[in-house]
């Protein structure tokens, strides 16, 4: 290990414990707050508390159901939206100071878990990965791993600002333009012997429409599909796609240095920056600020009647092209209810009542103060709204994904981060080996631009006869779910404080609280307290009777546990079996 | 087929089911037993009493028009301008394609001069079988020269035949969605063009099927593997009202990641099943389950008022019930019953092929699901199979970027022509050459057009079907079906940018394969409503 090293990893140690400490800073600023303001909206209970924290974090813990408790939702909103982005490109730019250090993705999603356990801003990542399920980008086509991640932050940083600012910067970044093949794009060209004529690539075009803005057909307010003579009507035709695919030509990366670069060439690259709208001089070979480009300056014609008006053959006229057709989409009349859909049914629910999506709909029209587009606003209405709020009819909820299943896990169980590691596994919180095969979900790293699952899935058999939507099911199958669970239980009930074999470098649960709870006498009395410590904890106080019944009738079938480790062992029983069952699985 | 007599079929199939949990059904429902005896009356030789549908799904839009090429100079002239050549062209060299021969329905002979050839990448090639005996495999070409292949041209989805002169016709109907992935996909999948239909044809064809399979035998608790499984994931294509596919997968590299030079197929399978056990927990309804088995399975109770966590628990019990029995079938002993010669990963490729790696090369995710298919074919006595629908899939085929570069489509090409001349290969080591089909899907064909670096997307395309029962040709050339449509772009059966108007439904080659499967012209209307609109519903490829 080189010094160089050593002070790279002490940095980052530094740099977790920091973020790790900072929610005691914002606890001082509630407690003041406090005083002032008689806390009106708080939970009535634990549970309730827990529930919601279910919804918009990556999983509660003990501190936080108090802290929800303490300052009510609004507050805690409040908070959270005004929180400083935790992010994963700086971390891993740390790494990277020293040469020998060979980065791999792994390092990334690595990070990913380590920010979903332990960043303050949960809301934030919670809403940034849900952003990163539209608005896919994956490291499955070869992306660098750092321009992954700065993607990743992207989505961070912008996760609470304006849809049409994000769909900008999602646009303009060097991530999506290798994902969906426009870097480089160019107007109609010829070439060739015979000579052919080259056209834009549509790959970007069709899926700006279909996928991050407002589908294929379209919309009411409430995400029912406009009818025409009984038929849902299109919102583009592939002649659309063509015009909207001349919009996105022209761009190149951005450098650090213009000297020497030309739109075709490398030199000075730096992928990190924005795209440009390359000018170059007369003879197309080098860059000249105030030279042409290879943009398609003619008139389109796009959706919904719209022309976009020829613009100049400049840097100036290629992005004024491509903004103003960005507008036109962020305007669409569709784009609300297909936002508030997919965000409802990330965060809460995957049957959203056609209400709940219109009033999520309306607030992303206007936020109250004439802004469209206001994903703070739009979050908050999702969060917020009674179907959200309210006990959950039948139906309502989602089956977790993998991921959250992972994370709040480890939440609930008070993780504890392994120490960071040299070599290949430098801070790792998840030795994320197999963690895609197992899962079939690694964060930005969807097999295609679809997500991992399509909203509109629907599992076969009474789910589809009832015409309900279960998108995370797409991903679940009789072989993922138990390697899924295999890897679940490795993690939450085998990699435990005090177990043999454990590694340093490990992230490992604990089992303190329940084991002082075990310590009372082995009756029904102690397994009970136990099982709704749990049930806070990992199930928001949902768990139904029978489920506890049968628990608890698990533990009295056994000899009461005398030892510690066999108290242990009853723990994980139990907790193997939660971590297991139906009720847990879905989110409701 | 009206909602009351689908209603009612749905019933007899739920009575049905009902009757055979019990036992003995096939003496109790005579149409069952006639289709049995008129399929073992037109089954070939081999396994008579086997039959088995693979479909290999090419996710993303294979560019087709660079697989199955046209050869003559006539002819190539055309393509080759369409295509574009120099830097950001997308035509394939007209001297390095395979040659082969191919003739027409019923052998006879193709339009005057007409000739083809395969992309480069379907050649033969050299692998390490399990004993480590180096191998000679078949590539495409050589399977299409044999006669075990048929190429389908020009085929896509369509509700009603359509030509250039009428497409904006508004009285005619389209497939919904044109050129968008996932829709495609489904209407391929379904069978029919509706948007968002429930079921799929694979799944439809096994509701009328799956009765003939028989619960493992020795399983205990007793326990059927569905008929339908996949190696891909979920897919509409085998949805049906009563069967739900299994999903498995592929066995890759046991230590992850890519393979290792020098492994060989039996020694990298031995071990691995396809399926996964939740570790420490043995299937509900087995003797002797201990305190935490007894409460799990007490847990997955798929009768609470909670739709998904029922269908959590379905997936669970299924999981656990037939983990055992896979594990126990497929993997742990020397001698292992499911372990073939053919070699599939061809991971000596290393050695037996100079500068070739397929480390390197990404591995072959298809072969591998393939293997494990081959492997379930062989046991199929001792799974209680006798019907079996498959579904395989290998991805990248969106190539709007990078297309030409050996990395692109190239490799893509090459891992279908292993995947399948391995299988084949299989196939004919286990004598069951002719009780399996294996044909591809993909959801589009891609504009002949280039995008500088690629192609975007198209329609009409061009699939393969392969095996023994293929009305392939002779023992010396394959064939086409279908109209080989004009390549000029903007021409007489393409839009401007050479997106093919289909001359062939999908809905005739998958209602042509599920004849094969048994069943009859009315189970074939119920379940391709649009077929009548073409000229034929067997398109004479089986």
């Known amino acids: 290990m080189t010094l160089q090293i050593r002070r790279a990893c002490s940095a980052i140690a530094l740099m977790g414990a920091l973020l790790i400490a900072s929610p005691a800073f914002s606890q001082t600023e509630t407690l003041f707050r406090a005083n002032f303001e008689d806390v009106t909206d708080a939970p009535a209970s634990d549970a309730e508390a827990a529930r919601f924290l279910t919804q918009a974090t990556f999983g509660p813990t003990r501190a936080e159901i108090a802290r929800l408790r303490a ?65 896919v980008v994956a490291d499955t086509g070869g992306i660098d791993t750092r321009v992954v991640a700065e993607y990743a932050d992207l989505l961070t940083r912008s996760a609470f600002g304006n849809y049409r600012t994000l769909l900008g910067d999602v646009t303009f970044s060097s991530a999506m333009a290798q994902w969906l093949t426009y870097v480089r794009n160019r107007a109609a060209y010829q070439t060739g012997t015979p000579p052919t004529t080259i056209l834009p690539d549509e790959n970007y075009a069709r899926e700006v429409m279909q996928l991050f803005s407002f589908g294929l057909i379209q919309r009411n307010m409430d995400f029912s599909p406009v009818l025409s003579g009984g038929n849902p009507v299109p919102t583009y035709n592939n002649d659309i796609i063509a015009q909207l695919a001349r919009v996105f030509t022209g761009l190149s990366y951005g450098r650090t240095n213009f000297t020497n670069t030309s739109f ?121 709204d009674a179907e959200a709020r309210g006990t959950p009819s039948a139906n309502f909820g989602k089956l977790r994904e993998p ?74 199958n009789e072989s993922s779910v138990s390697r899924m669970n295999n890897l679940l239980r490795s993690r939450a009930v085998d990699w435990y404080v005090g177990a043999s074999g454990m590694q340093a470098t490990w992230p490992l649960v604990s089992f303190a609280p329940y084991l002082q709870i075990m310590q009372q006498p082995g009756n029904a009395t102690t397994y009970g307290q136990l099982i709704d410590e749990l049930n806070i904890r990992l199930m928001y106080g949902s768990m139904s009777t029978a489920m506890r019944t049968t628990l608890v009738n698990m533990l009295t079938a056994q000899t009461a546990p005398t030892t510690d480790a066999n108290r242990i062992d009853r723990i994980r029983q139990v907790l193997r079996v939660i971590i297991f069952s139906p009720e847990f699985a879905v989110q409701k | ?219 205990n608790p007793v326990t059927t593997l569905p008929m339908n499984i996949s190696f891909a994931g979920s ?28 492994e060989i197929v039996g020694q990298n399978f031995a071990n691995c099943s396809g399926s996964s056990a939740l570790s420490g927990f043995r299937a509900c309804g087995t003797a002797g389950l201990n305190a935490s088995e007894a409460a799990l399975c007490d847990l997955l109770d798929n009768n609470t008022s909670n739709l998904m ?132 899907m993909s959801e589009f064909a891609r504009t002949l057009n280039s995008n500088g670096d690629g192609s975007d997307h198209g329609w009409g395309g061009i699939q393969l079907v392969m095996g023994g029962a293929v009305n392939g040709g002779s023992a010396a050339s394959g064939r086409l079906y279908g109209t080989w449509p004009d390549m000029t772009l903007n021409g007489a059966d393409s839009f401007s940018r050479g997106q093919m108007i289909p001359t062939t439904a999908m809905d005739q080659m998958a209602s042509t394969l599920s004849s094969w499967m048994g069943l009859t012209p009315t189970q074939i209307n119920t379940i391709f409503p649009n077929v009548d609109n073409f000229p034929t519903a067997n398109l004479g490829f089986m």
């Open chain 1, 71 to 135: 300052i009510g939702y609004g507050q805690w909103l409040d908070q959270q939206f005004s929180m400083p982005p935790t992010l994963t490109r700086p971390w891993l730019d740390q790494l990277v100071l020293d040469p020998a250090f060979s980065l791999n993705s792994g390092h990334r999603v690595d990070r990913f878990y380590w920010q979903a356990s332990f960043a303050p801003d949960q809301l934030r990542q919670r809403m940034a990965f849900a952003l990163s399920q539209i608005l």
């Open chain 1, 264 to 384: 075709g060439n490398n030199t000075n690259v730096d992928l990190m920056l924005p795209m440009v709208c390359f000018p170059m001089n007369s003879n197309n070979t080098n860059y000249n600020a105030t030279g042409r480009t290879y943009h398609d300056f003619a008139s389109k014609a796009i959706f919904n009647g719209i022309t976009l008006p020829a613009v100049a053959d400049s840097e100036a006229g290629c992005m004024s092209d491509i903004n103003a057709a960005l507008n036109a989409i962020a305007n669409h009349s569709s784009v609300p209810p297909f936002y508030a859909r997919q965000l409802i049914q990330r965060f809460t629910t995957s049957n959203p009542s056609p209400a709940y999506i219109q009033r999520v709909a309306n607030v992303f029209v206007n936020n109250g103060q004439g802004v469209r587009g206001d994903l703070r606003a739009v979050l908050r209405a999702v969060l917020m």
């Open chain 1, 403 to 476: 991921v959250l299943r992972m994370t709040s896990l480890w939440r609930a169980l008070d993780v504890v981060q392994g120490q960071p590691e040299t070599g290949s596994n430098i801070g790792n919180i998840s030795s994320t080996i197999g963690f895609s095969g197992d899962f079939g979900q690694r964060p930005y790293g969807s097999p295609s631009v679809f997500n991992f699952y399509e909203p509109d899935y629907q599992q076969p058999g009474p789910i589809q006869t009832q015409n309900l939507y279960s998108p995370e099911f797409q991903i679940l």
């Open chain 2, 1 to 219: 087929m009206s909602r009351q007599q689908r209603e009612a079929r749905r019933e007899f199939l739920k009575k049905f089911a009902a009757l055979t949990a019990c036992g003995s059904a096939m003496s109790m429902i005579p149409q069952l037993k006639l289709m049995q005896s008129a399929l073992a009356q037109s089954s070939p030789e081999g396994d008579a009493g086997y039959r088995a549908l693979v479909c290999v799904f090419l996710g993303g839009g294979n560019d087709a028009f660079n697989w199955l090429i046209p050869r003559d100079n006539t002819r190539y002239a055309v393509y080759q301008a369409s295509r574009g050549t120099g830097t950001g062209g997308l035509a394939i060299d007209q001297a390095s394609l395979l040659p082969i021969n191919l003739t027409g329905p019923g052998g006879a002979a193709l339009p005057g001069g007409h000739q083809y050839g395969l992309h480069p990448a379907c050649a033969d090639w050299t692998a390490v079988d399990r004993n480590g005996v180096q191998t000679a495999m078949p590539g495409l070409a050589s399977l299409t020269n044999q006669g075990k292949v048929a190429w389908l041209s020009n085929i896509g989805s369509l509700v009603v035949p359509l030509t250039k002169a009428n497409f904006n016709n508004p009285a005619l109907p389209k497939p919904p969605q044109l050129y968008s992935h996932n829709d495609q996909t489904n209407l391929w999948f379904q069978g029919r063009e509706t948007a968002n239909y429930r079921y799929g044809w694979g799944g439809q064809v096994a509701d009328l099927l799956f009765g003939l399979n028989s619960p493992i035998p020795g399983s």
């Open chain 2, 235 to 262: 897919n509409r294509f085998q949805i049906g009202d009563q069967v739900v596919p299994y999903q498995m997968s592929g066995c890759g590299n046991p230590n992850g990641g890519n393979p290792v030079a020098g």
């Open chain 2, 309 to 440: 966590q029922n269908e959590h628990a379905s997936v669970m019990a299924r999981s656990m019930g037939l983990a055992g029995n896979l594990t126990t079938l497929l993997t742990g002993t020397v001698n292992n019953l499911s372990l073939l010669n053919t070699p599939f990963r061809a991971l000596a490729d290393d050695q037996a092929v100079a500068g070739y790696n397929l480390a390197a090369d990404g591995g072959n995710s298809l072969a591998e699901q393939l293997a494990m298919v081959a492997r379930l074919i062989n046991m199929r006595t001792q799974l209680g199979q006798t019907r079996n629908i498959f579904f395989v899939s290998l991805g990248g085929f969106d190539t709007h970027a990078a297309q030409m570069p050996d990395t692109g489509q190239p490799r893509l090409l090459r891992r279908i022509s292993r995947a399948l001349g391995s299988f084949y290969r299989a196939l004919v080591e286990m004598g069951v050459e002719n009780s399996v089909t294996t044909f591809t």
